[in-house]
Structures are given as C-alpha cells and as structure tokens.
C-alpha cells in the first residue's frame, strides 16, 4: 500500500465526530460542484454540454436531513451522485470528514463507500433479479469485510427486522416482493456497512401513498437511532419539508435557494422558489381556487447549451437588465440562506431600502 | 387461497389509511397545505406488515426448467440429444466392433444382427463407426462452444462494460475478424497445422466467438445502466465484481441461446470439413467422413450415405428445438 492510500485510510478511520451543524466542519461538504454532461459527440460540430449541476456548493451536518426538491430533470439525481463521486464532477471539491474524495482513486475511496449510501428510486431496478434478499444485504458486508463470514447471516436477519421485514424472507427473491418491501431491502442494504451519510433519490416516488409514510417514519426512526445524515431528493414538497432540516431548490442545474426549512417556506426569496410553491397542489379544490396564484408562463429553456444568463430569466416575473447577462452566483442573505438571483445581490437590496420598497416576498 | 384474503384484507387496511390522511387534511392543514409533523403518526405493528408477498417463491433457474419441460418440442430434443450422448460414450464400450476393425469376408453387407447398420467398403461396422463419429462431432460441438463461451464472455463483457474508446476499439477487431469468411480460417488452419481435431476446433472458434462476444456486448450495454449495476458499485464493488457477479448473471438468457445455436453449427462445420476432404482423416471416423467414404457407392449402397446424414440431422434438429425451448423458457416475458 502507498503512503497516500495508507493516509487516506488512516483519516477515514480515525475521522472525528462532526457535530456541528455549520458549514465548516459539517460531515459531508460540497464546492462549486458542477457536473456537465457532454452531448453530441459524433460529427465536426463543437461539442454542446448539459450543465446538468451547476457550481452547487453545500453542507450536510450529523444527523441532519438536507432536502433537495425541483422539477423532473433538473439534476437533483446527477447532484446526488456527483457527491457519491459515481459520476466524475466535471469542477467543484466534495469533503467528507474533511476529506477531499474529488480525485481519489476507487482504490482509496473504498474506505469511504463503506461510510455513504444511497437509496435509490426504483426498487424494482435497485435489486439484482438473480440475487437472494440474503445475499443483497450480505453483499456490503463481504466487499468491506465486516463480520465473520459465519456472523454476517444473522446480521442480515437483524437488518431484515430493523427495516421491518421477516427473517425469513432472507432466502427470497426480490421479484417476490412488493415495492414498499423492496425498498426496505435496498434500505436494509445500506444499513449493512453503518454508513453516516446516505443519499435518498426519491425512494419514495414509487411507492404508494400509506406506504410512503411507512417508509418515511422508517428512515426517521434510523436517523433517530443511528445518527445518519441524509441528502434527501424528492419532488413532493410536503414530503421534504416534513423530513428535512434544512432544504435546497433546485432549477435547470442550478440550486437557486438554500436554507432552513422554515425560512424557505415559510418566505420564500428566489422566484422559483416562490412558484413552486404556489403551484403545489392543494388537496381541498375550495381553497385551492381561493389561494390560486398566478404561474407566469414561459417556456422551460433546454438545458443544453443554454444562453449566458439566470436559467429562470425565461420564466421570471421581476427580471432584471442583468439577469440575461450573465449568470447569478449565490448571494447570501442577512438570515443565512444563499440565494442564487441578482435581485438579492448586496447592491439590490440596498437599493430597495433606500427607496423604501418592500423585498418582492412581500409583494406576493 | 390463503394469500387472496390475505390481500384482500391488505387493500383494505391500505384504504382505510390514506382515508383517514385526507380527513386530516381537510381539518389540521393551514392554508398552503403545509402537512405539519403531527399528521405523521408511526404505524401500529399490524400495519407495519400490510404488504404482501406477491409471488410464491420459486428462483429463476426452477422458473425456466419448468417452463421448458412443458414444451414438448424441446423436451423431445433433450432426450434424443441425451441419447446420442450416452451411445456415443457408452455404446463402443459394448460393442466387440472397433472403428478400424476390417473384416474382409463380410463388406458392404446390409443390416443385420451382426451388424445393425451394415458394413462398409472394408468390412468395418458402420453403426459402431457413427458411434466414435458421434464422439468426435459431439466434442467438436461441446469444445467449441465452451472455449467460444469463455472467450465471447469475458471479451464481449469487457468491452461492454468499459464502453467508450476500449468498446469501440475491441469491437472494431470483432468487426474485421467477422469480415473474412470463417471458413477461410478453418481452412488456412488446417494446412498450416494438419488433419487434425486440434486444428479444426482452433479454426471454428477463431472465428466464432465473435458472436459471442457480440451478443454479451449488447446485453451487459443494456444491463450497466440498470440501478442495480449502480447500487453495486455505491456500496464497493470492484469493476470485475459488477460485471462478472452482477452482470452476467442477468445476461445468461441470451448465452446459454447463443450456446445451443453455437454448438450445432460447429458440428456442422466439421462435418462439412471432413465431408470435402480437409477434416478428420482415416481410419478415424467422423459423420463426415463416413458420407465422404460412402458417396462412390452412393447408388449402390445408398444407406451407407443416409445413416451419418441421418445421424447429423437428429442431432442438429434435437440441439436447435432445444435452443429455442431454452430462448422461450429463460425470457419471463414469453411465459405461458
Ligand atoms: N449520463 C447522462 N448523460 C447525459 N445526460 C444526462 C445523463 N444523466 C442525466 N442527464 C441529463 O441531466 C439532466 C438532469 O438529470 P437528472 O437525472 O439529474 O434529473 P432529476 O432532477 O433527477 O430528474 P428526475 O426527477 O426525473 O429524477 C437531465 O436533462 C438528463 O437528461
Ligand atoms: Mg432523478
């Protein structure tokens, strides 16, 4: 082994309890993370990238629930895996007990996978058909080398009770079971190595609605237990505000807002952020009309190539002359959220105070 | 019976929860149906266990076996197959004929006792001669398509797997070596390395294993993008460990197709060597070389011709029914 494996193993090992939830020494830290996706390889013609993330930068704490909501395709799933370093980041830095894992080799992150996780969103595609629930969840356990081989069968039967399954289902194929029970094997499957970090891409999605919130009340009660710190995607905005602490929002690549669950939520600052949010489906058709909020129309830019400016300029209601110029970086706000919009840079707002007008979130 | 009330009960409790969601909505919800922490109540035990098993348990490869003796064709094939194979191991075991054994008094005699299937031009009994031919096709057909298995498998699976410039390189060789006509090779081969079993079967799997190693190409392209490939690697599986553990266990349909279809071909191929001359050469007996020896006397002795291509076409047929029972039987998604 060569010293930079031996230190890189070293520092995993003996990492420290993060327990703070601020940015600096947080569990898992991201920077300027940007993923893009080269498109249209064949031919003379230049090469077009999908900024599929873009310069996303964030922190999750110990046991802590960072949600990530927005529309289909805006990277939410890309932004997940770039983190989990499956898909190489195009630029940015991701730390993980104040370890640089951008530009290890698989060889040293080994030490790594065995502390992040992800759940993923389609139990059915998640499990190997050909693979015994037993010899799934073991699988961790023998790549990592945890347990005797003679022990790791029954801590697979523990798992298997833990996430509320059977025992006896450990001989089982996963075509066997229904989707909520095959969510709790991928479930259990990431428990297997105590990881400290999982990423949730949307495991819920594809469960029915009275199975949803089993699931949900399930990866509570592991966070309760075990400390896990979670990057939770989902698209159901009520479902992330229950789970998470904090919350990120993403549009087209870009995560426009990020912070506390109640700020955000309670008063929005980005336009998207406030859009989405008002075009939330409301189950009583009553108050659904009474509240209705005007949705600016516009067409969805394609990802690919997109033109220099804010992403939402397109759809945006309070556009700026240098919205189309160029793109927002992240401003953040007096509360500690960041904003990524012009209309929250340090000079627009010092402007609207000096004119004595109200931010746009009350405006609505 | 069981498990139809069972699940009938289940939708039951099922309803009854999200029922009793939506009258927390209409009652607790502020007015941007925000849904508060105290809707979500933990589940008693006796819901935590509302989901059924969907499917009795069986695993895949007791799913395809049966599927595949309920098809008769097959099944018929199998058993032929399976009989060819032990008379070809067993049946010179107990016969007091050898291959070479000529006996002058009786040549070219019909059947008989003696001789079941006759005797040929140098008194030699054809049926225990079609016995060792049988030996040599079968080997042929089974060696073949092991070393063209191996090799397709893991070439093919390598290229798949790694993708991008490795793939397009690998598969340009395939594309050339597809490009010259396999027999060319068989036949190259055999003048540089002689008459021999060794040089026929390097000369059919030169060639060969290229469809292999296409066929496993195309399936792990479509497998790696699946979840799971991407689960595996998330909790650390080595490259090797996602395509061979994980991988390829899900692409055996199509191998195992590729194989029955592969092992026919090669004994036809040999067949056909030995038939014109470049083959397995005298005294030893392959069912190519027993047509060859007996087409002179194709008019006199016509059955001396039809028992090897007899025996070539049962064979063939028996090994194809076979490969389209197991195509049947390993895609779930022709089940009936
Ligand atoms: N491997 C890839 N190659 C090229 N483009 C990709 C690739 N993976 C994703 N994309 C593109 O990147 C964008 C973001 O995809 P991503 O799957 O991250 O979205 P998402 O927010 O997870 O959507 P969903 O809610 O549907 O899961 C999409 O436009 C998608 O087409
Ligand atoms: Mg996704």
Same mark, same amino acid.
């Given at each position: 082994m060569n010293t930079a494996t031996a230190e890189v193993q070293n520092a995993a090992e003996t990492f420290e309890a993060t327990g703070a939830r601020g940015e600096a020494d947080a569990l898992f830290r991201v920077e300027g993370l940007s993923k893009f996706f080269e498109v249209q390889k064949s031919g003379f013609a230049p090469k077009k990238y999908l900024k599929a993330v873009d310069r996303?930068?964030?922190?999750?704490?110990?046991?802590?629930?960072?949600?990530?909501?927005? %529309?289909?395709? /805006?990277?939410?799933?890309?932004?997940?895996?770039?983190?989990?370093?499956?898909?190489?980041p195009t630029a940015g830095k991701v730390f993980f007990h104040g370890i640089e894992l951008t530009g290890l080799s698989e060889k040293?992150?080994?030490?790594?996978?065995?502390?992040?996780?992800?759940? @993923?969103?389609?139990?059915?595609?998640?499990? #190997?058909?050909?693979?015994?629930?037993?010899?799934?969840?073991?699988?961790?356990?023998?790549?990592?080398?945890?347990?005797?081989?003679?022990?790791?069968?029954?801590?697979?039967? %523990?798992?298997?009770?833990?996430?509320?399954?059977?025992?006896?289902?450990?001989?089982?194929?996963?075509?066997? @079971?229904?989707?909520?029970?095959?969510?709790?094997?991928?479930?259990?499957?990431?428990?297997?190595?105590?990881?400290? @970090?999982?990423? /949730?891409?949307?495991?819920?999605?594809?469960?029915?609605?009275?199975?949803?919130?089993?699931?949900? #009340?399930?990866? %509570?009660?592991?966070?309760?237990?075990?400390?896990?710190? &979670?990057?939770f995607i989902a698209h159901d905005l009520?479902?992330?505000?229950?789970?998470?602490?904090?919350?990120?929002?993403?549009?087209?690549?870009?995560?426009?807002? &990020?912070?506390?669950?109640e700020l955000v939520y309670g008063a929005p600052l980005h336009p998207y952020t406030r859009l989405l949010l008002?075009?939330?489906?409301?189950?009583?058709?009553?108050?659904?009309?009474?509240?209705?909020?005007?949705?600016?129309?516009?067409?969805?830019?394609?990802?690919?190539?997109?033109?220099?400016? /804010?992403?939402? /300029?397109?759809?945006c209601a309070y556009i700026l002359p240098e919205c189309t110029a160029s793109r927002p970086p992240d401003y953040r706000q007096p509360d500690g959220r960041t904003v990524r919009c012009y209309q929250y840079s340090q000079r627009r707002r010092q402007q609207r105070r000096a004119f004595g007008v109200a931010d746009i979130t009350a405006t609505q | 019976m069981e498990m139809d009330m069972k699940m009938r009960m289940n939708t039951n409790a099922g309803v009854n929860v999200s029922m009793s969601m939506n009258m927390n909505m209409d009652t607790n919800v502020d007015v941007n149906m925000n849904i508060s922490d105290d809707l979500f109540l933990p589940l008693d035990e006796s819901e935590k266990d509302s989901e059924f098993i969907a499917i009795e348990s069986?695993?895949?490869?007791?799913?395809?076996?049966?599927?595949?003796?309920?098809?008769? =064709?097959?099944?018929?094939?199998?058993i032929v197959l399976s009989a060819v194979v032990l008379l070809a191991i067993f049946g010179p075991v107990f016969s007091h004929y050898t291959f070479d054994g000529q006996d002058p008094s009786s040549r070219n005699s019909g059947s008989s006792l003696a001789h079941w299937f006759g005797t040929d031009k140098f008194g030699r009994d054809i049926f225990v001669r079609l016995l060792y031919g049988a030996r040599i096709s079968l080997m042929v057909g089974f060696v073949s398509a092991g070393?063209?298995?191996?090799?397709?498998?893991?070439?093919?699976?390598?290229?798949?797997?790694?993708?991008?410039?490795?793939?397009? !390189?690998?598969?340009?060789?395939?594309?050339?070596?597809?490009?010259?006509?396999?027999? =060319?090779?068989?036949?190259?081969?055999?003048?540089?390395?002689?008459?021999?079993?060794?040089?026929?079967?390097?000369?059919?799997?030169?060639?060969?294993?290229?469809?292999?190693?296409?066929?496993?190409?195309?399936?792990?392209?479509?497998?790696?993008?699946?979840?799971?490939?991407?689960?595996?690697?998330?909790?650390?599986?080595?490259?090797?460990?996602? =395509?061979?553990?994980? !991988? =390829?266990?899900?692409?055996?349909?199509?191998?195992?197709?590729? !194989?029955?279809?592969?092992?026919?071909?090669?004994?036809?191929?040999?067949?056909?060597?030995?038939?014109?001359?470049?083959?397995?050469?005298?005294?030893?007996?392959?069912?190519g070389t027993l047509v060859q020896d007996a087409r002179a006397f194709i008019d006199i002795y016509p059955m001396q011709v039809v028992y090897p291509v007899l025996a070539i076409c049962v064979t063939i047929f028996s090994l194809n029914f076979i490969g389209d029972g197991l195509s049947d039987a390993l895609n779930p998604k022709s089940r009936r």
């Amino acid at each position: 082994m060569n010293t930079a494996t031996a230190e890189v193993q070293n520092a995993a090992e003996t990492f420290e309890a993060t327990g703070a939830r601020g940015e600096a020494d947080a569990l898992f830290r991201v920077e300027g993370l940007s993923k893009f996706f080269e498109v249209q390889k064949s031919g003379f013609a230049p090469k077009k990238y999908l900024k599929a993330v873009d310069r996303i930068s964030l922190s999750v704490g110990k046991a802590e629930t960072l949600g990530i909501v927005g %529309e289909s395709g /805006c990277g939410k799933s890309t932004l997940g895996r770039a983190i989990l370093q499956i898909h190489k980041p195009t630029a940015g830095k991701v730390f993980f007990h104040g370890i640089e894992l951008t530009g290890l080799s698989e060889k040293q992150m080994a030490p790594f996978r065995r502390r992040m996780q992800m759940i @993923f969103q389609d139990p059915y595609a998640s499990l #190997n058909p050909r693979y015994t629930v037993g010899d799934i969840i073991e699988e961790p356990m023998v790549i990592h080398k945890l347990y005797p081989p003679a022990e790791r069968r029954r801590r697979v039967q %523990e798992l298997l009770l833990l996430v509320g399954l059977k025992p006896d289902h450990i001989r089982r194929y996963p075509h066997e @079971f229904s989707g909520g029970q095959r969510q709790r094997i991928g479930i259990a499957r990431t428990l297997a190595t105590e990881p400290d @970090f999982i990423v /949730c891409d949307e495991p819920i999605s594809a469960l029915d609605v009275s199975i949803q919130a089993q699931i949900i #009340n399930l990866l %509570e009660k592991i966070q309760r237990e075990s400390g896990v710190s &979670y990057l939770f995607i989902a698209h159901d905005l009520s479902m992330v505000r229950h789970i998470s602490h904090r919350i990120g929002v993403m549009y087209l690549g870009s995560m426009v807002e &990020y912070g506390p669950v109640e700020l955000v939520y309670g008063a929005p600052l980005h336009p998207y952020t406030r859009l989405l949010l008002s075009s939330e489906p409301i189950a009583d058709p009553k108050r659904a009309r009474a509240t209705h909020v005007h949705i600016p129309e516009g067409e969805l830019p394609s990802p690919i190539d997109a033109p220099p400016g /804010c992403p939402f /300029c397109s759809r945006c209601a309070y556009i700026l002359p240098e919205c189309t110029a160029s793109r927002p970086p992240d401003y953040r706000q007096p509360d500690g959220r960041t904003v990524r919009c012009y209309q929250y840079s340090q000079r627009r707002r010092q402007q609207r105070r000096a004119f004595g007008v109200a931010d746009i979130t009350a405006t609505q | 019976m069981e498990m139809d009330m069972k699940m009938r009960m289940n939708t039951n409790a099922g309803v009854n929860v999200s029922m009793s969601m939506n009258m927390n909505m209409d009652t607790n919800v502020d007015v941007n149906m925000n849904i508060s922490d105290d809707l979500f109540l933990p589940l008693d035990e006796s819901e935590k266990d509302s989901e059924f098993i969907a499917i009795e348990s069986r695993s895949f490869i007791a799913d395809a076996a049966r599927r595949f003796s309920r098809n008769k =064709l097959a099944m018929a094939g199998f058993i032929v197959l399976s009989a060819v194979v032990l008379l070809a191991i067993f049946g010179p075991v107990f016969s007091h004929y050898t291959f070479d054994g000529q006996d002058p008094s009786s040549r070219n005699s019909g059947s008989s006792l003696a001789h079941w299937f006759g005797t040929d031009k140098f008194g030699r009994d054809i049926f225990v001669r079609l016995l060792y031919g049988a030996r040599i096709s079968l080997m042929v057909g089974f060696v073949s398509a092991g070393i063209n298995m191996a090799v397709g498998i893991a070439y093919g699976g390598i290229s798949g797997y790694l993708g991008g410039k490795a793939d397009m !390189l690998m598969m340009r060789v395939v594309d050339i070596i597809y490009a010259i006509p396999s027999l =060319l090779y068989v036949i190259l081969i055999m003048l540089a390395l002689g008459s021999n079993i060794r040089s026929i079967l390097i000369g059919i799997c030169i060639s060969s294993w290229v469809s292999m190693a296409r066929i496993v190409r195309s399936e792990i392209l479509k497998l790696k993008t699946l979840e799971f490939s991407t689960a595996a690697f998330v909790i650390g599986a080595s490259k090797a460990r996602i =395509l061979f553990r994980h !991988l =390829l266990i899900n692409a055996l349909g199509p191998i195992i197709v590729t !194989l029955t279809f592969m092992i026919p071909q090669a004994i036809f191929t040999e067949a056909f060597l030995s038939f014109v001359g470049v083959g397995i050469s005298a005294p030893f007996a392959s069912w190519g070389t027993l047509v060859q020896d007996a087409r002179a006397f194709i008019d006199i002795y016509p059955m001396q011709v039809v028992y090897p291509v007899l025996a070539i076409c049962v064979t063939i047929f028996s090994l194809n029914f076979i490969g389209d029972g197991l195509s049947d039987a390993l895609n779930p998604k022709s089940r009936r």
